[in-house]
């Protein structure tokens, strides 16, 4: 299984919610909407066959593509595990059922860094379920030098293997990282100048992607990439040529966490799908 941005799981059973339907099947049907790759899917047959509730399962590549796809009313999902600054998002617009935390008893054992954070600073609306940061995988045999810093990205030297996130959020921010800004600065011509410097970056990428990284950084079709440290980690297990690093000027540590759609037509079982995924995976 491949574990989409996992650096480490917060601990065992971190976002367990309560497994209510022990010894009694509910036949119903829930929807979740997730990364691809996050998640082990046998997990759903082993839960469909474990409850009785048969899960119908969909991925998105980023944050605002699940954004785009619940606020135009065209889904309905029960489940979803969007990044911290969109939970903050959906939850500020209404979009994001509260939970009913007596039904998630294991949410003691999260560790504290990761509750009351600013994205849900009551621990209203989400459980953690992983956290990771944002570097560079690359080709150990064919990048020469030091990878330490996002200016690699921008190096001519590899022009054509360079693959760039296909994800404005990530890619805005390194460039602002590039620059020595913040990512999350909100001011426009800082904005602007991270804007230009990806226009400039432009004609050095082979392809602007997410997953697909797997297959070309694998393959040898590219030589570097940014991309998650659990990705970069499944990845270096796959092929000991490549290698990861974390740039010195600084990068994103985020947090994805399980929430339930406002509107969910099935919230208790989208609880129990929570503890019974976390509870398969270890």
């Not at 971190?14 to 497994?19: N, V």
């Amino acid at each position: 299984m491949k574990k989409k941005k996992v650096l480490s799981v917060l601990l065992a059973g971190a976002a367990l919610l309560s497994l209510v339907s022990c010894g009694r099947p509910v036949k119903s049907t829930i929807h979740v909407y997730n990364w691809g790759q996050y998640i082990d899917e046998s997990v759903n047959d082993r839960f469909f066959k474990q409850t009785g509730i048969k899960v119908v399962y969909n991925t998105y590549e980023t944050n605002e593509e699940l954004y785009a796809k619940l606020k135009s009313g065209g889904a309905d999902y029960d489940v979803i595990i969007p990044s911290d600054y969109m939970i903050g998002r959906m939850a500020g617009e209404g979009m994001l059922e509260k939970l009913d935390f007596s039904r998630i008893p294991n949410y003691q054992d999260i560790d504290g860094r990761y509750k009351g954070l600013a994205y849900d600073p009551h621990d209203e609306y989400s459980v953690p379920y992983m956290w990771g940061v944002v570097g560079i995988v690359y080709n150990k045999k064919k990048v020469s030098g030091p990878v330490d810093s996002w200016n690699i990205l921008w190096d001519e030297k590899y022009k054509g293997q360079i693959l760039m996130f296909n994800n404005s959020r990530d890619a805005m921010g390194i460039a602002l990282k590039k620059l020595g800004d913040s990512y999350n600065t909100t001011d426009i011509g800082r904005l602007n100048a991270a804007a230009a410097e990806l226009e400039r970056q432009k004609p050095l990428v082979q392809a602007y992607v997410m997953d697909q990284i797997y297959d070309k950084m694998e393959g040898g079709e590219a030589v570097l990439a940014p991309y998650y440290a659990g990705d970069a980690i499944v990845m270096m297990q796959e092929s000991p040529d490549l290698g990861f690093a974390i740039p010195k000027e600084g990068t994103n540590l985020f947090v994805d966490a399980m929430a339930v759609p406002k509107g969910s037509r099935h919230v208790a079982e989208a609880q129990i799908f929570g503890g019974a995924s976390m509870a398969f995976m270890h």
